[in-house]
Each structure stands twice: as structure tokens, then as C-alpha cells.
């Protein structure tokens, strides 16, 4: 019995890759995104976050895409992953750590599927802990974060500076 209890809870479990954004990006095309090399990390005084990128945007970051004056190549994907701190009580100093799971915003560049938005696609996908499930932002359509990179367009509309190691 005990068997068939543990079979439905598995079956219950939400995959998440099966979510998308309406018109936009489906979280399967970021499939393996927990694996891919930190750019950066930030924080804000709510957030602890920290950026990863796929292959083609590292190769692009490392060969000096966008402060050489190039763009992103399509295929370049970044997601940020963010979390809602809270304090290390076994650190002997101060710091903040990751606690609860906030978000993950997706990011990819596609010229062909998002020419409106200079090719790059946006979506955020929120989690929910009670139910550990994620669902699509009602905010997270195609061009949802495209009006906020605008500010950085001479940076081919990436915040995110891949910094000196």
C-alpha cells in the first residue's frame, strides 16, 4: 500500500517544463538551466539573485559580447534565478543567504520568432511554495521585460555585465 501511495504523490508532482507563456517562451527550452555558469549575482533589498547563461551566451560573454560592440547570438538564453533571503545564524559574520524560491525570469534571443522586440523573449515564471509548483507571471508575455531592457539597448538589452574572474 505504502508503494501505492508514493507512485500517485510522484504522478501528482507538476513538471514544470510543460508550462509556457502565451505566445512567448516555454520553460522547456531552458531544460537543464539549474546546470548552466554563473554570470552574476545581485541582490536587491528584497531579492538574492543570481544570473546563469547557456553555452552560446558564455562563449559570447567570454569573447566580449556586448562591450565589443556585437550583439548576442541567437540562441543566447540567461535566466535569473531569484530567492527571498534570509539570514545565515551560523555564519560568524553577517550575510544573507537564499530561503524561499521567488521566481525564475527566462530570457532568449530568437531574430526570427521576436523581431518586435529586438529579438529577445521574456518570461517569468513564479513559485508558489505551498504547492512547490510554478506558474507563468501575468506579466510574463513576450515583451514584458522588453521596456524595462530598452535603458540598456546599447548593451543589446542585457543588464547582467559578465564580470572579471
Known sequence: MAVAVLGGRAFSAQDKYTLRVPNGLAFSDFRG???????????????????????????????GVPGNGKSFPDGSKIAKIEWKPKQNTESPFSVRVPDVLQDIFLIEKNSKRFPDTKGWAY??????????????????????????????????????AYGKR
Not at 539549474?34 to 560573454?61: F, I
Not at 508558489?128 to 501575468?138: H, I, N
Not at 522588453?146 to 547582467?160: E, M, P, Q, S, W
Open 123 to 160: 518570461a517569468v515564471f513564479d513559485y508558489e511554495p505551498a504547492s512547490d509548483t510554478f506558474k507563468p507571471d501575468a506579466t510574463g508575455v513576450v515583451n514584458c521585460g522588453f521596456v524595462c531592457h530598452t535603458r540598456v539597448a546599447a548593451k543589446d538589452y542585457i543588464f547582467t
Open 33 to 63: 538551466y539549474e546546470n548552466w555558469q554563473v554570470v552574476a549575482v545581485s541582490q536587491t533589498e528584497d531579492l538574492l539573485k543570481v544570473m546563469v547563461a547557456n553555452p552560446v551566451m558564455m562563449n559570447a560573454y567570454r569573447s
